[in-house]
């Protein structure tokens, strides 16, 4: 009843940017929380940073300073702005977005994910 579409991932070179989204459609009443995870072969899915309705964020330590969440919430539209990249964050990005169907029912849904990799 949740469909997430990301978008914006690709190949970039160390100290380079790149922006994610992810679009958020369906039966929604009310979104609470968004999210970026990243997960590679060689570790598990980790949090990267997270969005609350209010606005309040949190970021993974290995990214503060670096990485910027926002959101849009007209658009249903959660957003990750990834500055000086590094080749540890190559990874597969996955938005995770939870809140409240129209029938009242609460949800929590995840994007089929989005390849960033940094080349150094």
């Known amino acids: 009843q949740v469909q997430l579409v990301e978008s914006g991932g690709g190949l970039v070179q160390a100290g380079g940017s790149l922006r994610l989204s992810c679009a958020a459609s369906?039966?929604?009443?009310?979104?609470?929380?968004m999210a970026w995870y990243r997960q590679s072969p060689e570790k598990q899915r980790d949090l990267v940073a997270s969005?609350?309705?209010?606005?309040?964020?949190n970021y993974a330590d290995s990214v503060k300073g670096r990485f910027t969440i926002s959101r849009d919430n007209a658009k249903k539209t959660v957003y990750l702005q990834m500055n000086s990249l590094k080749p540890e964050d190559t990874a597969v990005y996955l938005c995770n977005v939870g809140g409240r169907l129209v029938s009242g029912q609460s949800f929590s849904s995840r994007g089929q994910g989005t390849q960033v990799t940094v080349s150094s």
């Open positions: 369906g039966s929604i009443s009310s979104i609470n929380i």
């Open positions: 969005i609350t309705a209010g606005g309040t964020t």
